[in-house]
């Protein structure tokens, strides 16, 4: 008779909405504080001097803050003219450009058209960067060559002397120096980072791939298919120059820098005239002779990118579909059950029910000490797994007071009681659905005010015409029974 008392005053109390929200907040702040957080240690930065090759666990850039003194020996920037003397080769000039066999393709010419965008004057030494705005506009992106520069492009440098010997940041990865300044360049990587990072901004949807090391021919099977290439070679083709050696900051591997590296956008070639067409952040569609291309594309490490659409397979089709599926059949059931839409006035409904069924559990609960022994024990098994869970408010809290009431309103209210109202009255299918209700619970004490919580939530979803004044109802009443059992006990 104890326990009955107990919660009688329980349920007058929670009529009183602000109380039981007042309640929840004083218990979880008490439960905070009395949690013992153990602050994550703060790494400090130290310098890494080992050549062996790291393990890649770095999924963040790491900020870069531009320093002069990473650039101050980076060449000036210097534009090369359409036509160079001796055919664009130096007098140091060694490397002999050859003729070769090449693979035949069904259209002997192929030209991708796409808009030109030029480096100058903004990025006098940005040509990587630039030939990635060229291609995301390609793809339909609002892609602006200032905002991937300073946004998206990783920049490095970091110079510095260990045992007399210069280190900086390896330009396949970074930016060396500033495209809007003074710098060196990057390559193949970089552009592959500042890709990704753009896509996942804007939506994602495609595959960035690096194709560096690739043989031109691959670059031509993608240009055969309508997909233009990011790559690199020389500026006007000419000959590169050695200019700097470091050791990467990272993995100490011994890097060479050239004179005259340059960034394009293969859109094109001619297999019978010996021809490619790219697209110059210098100068704009420029052709140039296809051997000479493909050497100097050598001498610049083999650098190339491609950007795709990204395509599922069959098994992600599969999944997809199915999942679509679910997902419209859930949204015909929101509809069908009216949660596609809430109104302000729900609210009122709603509290207004929880208030009714405080009420109706207090008659239900004097019923209760008259027709069920006090010694009957509770079998509530999820209550039960949910106090001796860790963390039992948030469990609580998350089953008892959000998913719990819509599942269950969906469930009983939703589907049994407007299913039956079909085919029996509207008391009948109340009363049905609510001892269904009340019986999955495992709690014989608690049973008629469970069926009695049930008819309550059933009225208001059939004088309403919705569940959210219900499932709102529902929420309110398991907040105070999330309360009972975090102050007093199970």
């Known amino acids: 008779m104890d326990k009955m008392i107990i919660r009688l005053a329980i349920a007058v109390v929670c009529l009183v909405l602000a109380a039981a929200i007042a309640s929840v907040v004083i218990i979880v702040v008490r439960n905070a504080k009395n949690v013992d957080e153990t602050p994550r240690p703060v790494q400090a930065i130290t310098e890494v001097c080992d050549t062996t090759a790291p393990t890649e666990a770095v999924t963040e850039e790491t900020a870069y803050v531009f320093d002069i003194e990473d650039v101050t020996d980076a060449p000036e920037v210097t534009t090369v003219p359409i036509e160079t003397d001796a055919d664009g080769e130096t007098e140091t000039s060694r490397t002999v450009i ?32 630039t030939a990635l705005t060229i291609y995301l506009r390609y793809l339909g992106f609002d892609a602006d060559k200032v905002d991937l520069a300073k946004n998206y492009l990783p920049k490095g440098g970091n110079a510095q002397y260990k045992d007399d010997l210069l280190y900086k940041d390896s330009f396949f990865d970074y930016f060396i120096g500033d495209p809007f300044t003074r710098g060196y360049g990057c390559f193949s990587n970089a552009i592959v980072k500042a890709a990704n990072k753009y ?6 949807g495609y595959d960035v791939i690096n194709l560096s090391g690739s043989d ?12 233009p290439v990011i790559c690199w070679a020389t500026d006007g083709m000419i000959e590169p120059e050695y200019y700097e050696s470091w050791y990467d900051n990272a993995t100490g591997e011994k890097l060479d820098w050239y004179l005259n590296e340059h960034c ?20 704009g569609i420029i ?25 599922p397979d069959e098994a992600e089709t599969s999944i997809l579909n199915h999942w679509s599926g679910i997902k419209r ?10 949660l596609h839409e809430f109104k302000a006035s729900y609210l009122a409904y709603g509290c207004a029910a929880f208030a009714l069924s405080c009420l109706t559990a207090a008659l239900m609960a004097l019923l209760t000490s008259f027709f069920i022994q006090s010694s009957v024990q509770s079998n509530n098994i999820l209550l039960t797994f949910l106090v001796e869970a860790p963390k039992p408010i948030f469990w609580l809290l998350f089953f008892l007071v959000i998913s719990g009431p819509l599942y269950e309103e969906i469930i009983y209210r939703g589907l049994l009681f407007s299913g039956l109202g079909k085919t029996a009255t509207v008391i009948g299918a109340a009363l049905i659905s609510s001892l269904m209700f009340s019986s999955v619970h495992g709690d014989p004490q608690g049973i008629l005010i469970l069926a009695g919580l049930g008819m309550v939530f059933c009225a208001i979803r059939h004088y309403t015409g919705s569940l959210w004044p219900s499932v709102i109802a529902h929420a309110l009443w398991n ?8 102050i007093i006990g199970r």
């Open 98 to 129: 050859t003729s070769r066999k090449r693979k035949e393709y069904d259209q002997n010419s192929v030209y991708i058209d796409m808009e030109s965008v030029l480096q100058n004057p903004e990025l006098p030494v940005g040509c990587e960067i």
């Open 199 to 204: 896509l996942d901004d804007h939506g994602g």
């Open 216 to 227: 031109p021919d691959v670059l031509y099977d993608y240009l055969a298919q309508g997909i």
């Open 264 to 283: 394009f956008v293969l859109a094109g070639f001619n297999m019978s005239a010996d021809i490619v067409t790219l697209n110059d952040p210098m100068k």
């Open 287 to 311: 052709d140039y002779n296809i051997n000479k291309f493909e050497t100097r594309y050598a001498q610049m490490y083999s650098q190339a990118v491609v950007i795709l659409k990204d395509e």
């Open 329 to 338: 059949s859930v949204v015909l059931l929101f509809r069908a059950l009216h």
């Open 479 to 486: 907040c105070q029974v999330a309360i009972y059992v975090l």
